[in-house]
């Protein structure tokens, strides 16, 4: 059996989760839990200001470099609403929750 995600292939008997990409299999998504859903969150690694690029890029799972270029461009022609939304964002969108000492920390998209 393989990965409808990445293609890769999965062991037997069939996990949960796929080892390559992390999203559910046919058989993990059958017992789905809401923890693993996607949130939109301001991670603490990769900001550059206060994180409102790289959640949205964690968030539509695209490249932060994207989200950063159209970011400037908005703030530039939207005659200043671009960064009231930007400000606003970083009020309104909440920030990661820190994870316990010792657990490691998995790589963020910058």
Not at 13 to 38: H, I, L, M, Q, V
Not at 73 to 98: D, H, K, M, Q, W
Request: charged residues 15%; contains cysteine; proline residues 8%.
């Amino acid at each position: 059996m393989f990965c409808t995600h990445c293609g890769i292939q999965l062991g037997e008997p069939e996990p949960n989760f796929c080892s390559g990409c992390g999203k559910p299999t046919a058989t993990g998504s059958a017992r789905y839990d809401r923890s693993y859903a996607r949130r939109l969150e301001r991670p603490w690694q990769g900001r550059r200001f206060a994180g409102v690029c790289v959640g949205f890029a964690n968030y539509m799972d695209v490249d932060v470099t994207l989200i950063r270029v159209l970011a400037v461009i908005g703030l530039f022609f939207s005659l200043g609403t671009g960064l009231i939304a930007y400000v606003l964002a970083s009020i309104i969108i909440p920030n990661e929750e820190r994870l316990p000492a010792g657990v490691p920390v998995p790589p963020s998209r910058a």
